[in-house]
């Protein structure tokens, strides 16, 4: 089975923490920190859950890496 994309799903949950099944194919909890969003999973009987955080989709993230000048 090819795994759903959850990028629109995920966008209702900015700056916030999701429980998300591990075969990545279903949302099952949130919260506002990931101890929220795993009690959130297990009040709907799913206990194995990949957590993470989603971040605002109006910023800009760069990263430097090596010795700066």
């Given at each position: 089975?090819?795994?759903?994309?959850?990028?629109?799903?995920?966008?209702k949950?900015?700056?916030?923490?999701?429980?998300?099944?591990?075969?990545?194919?279903?949302?099952?909890?949130?919260?506002?920190?990931?101890?929220?969003?795993?009690?959130?999973?297990?009040?709907?009987?799913?206990?194995?859950?990949?957590l993470?955080?989603?971040?605002?989709?109006?910023?800009?993230?760069?990263?430097?890496?090596g010795?700066?000048?």
């Open positions: 089975m090819e795994n759903q994309d959850l990028s629109y799903e995920l966008l949950y900015e700056n916030q923490w999701v429980a998300i099944l591990e075969d990545e194919e279903r949302i099952v909890g949130s919260g506002s920190d990931a101890y929220e969003a795993k009690q959130d999973a297990e009040r709907h009987g799913y206990s194995e859950v990949i993470m955080r989603v971040r605002a989709t109006d910023v800009y993230y760069a990263f430097q890496s010795n700066a000048i």
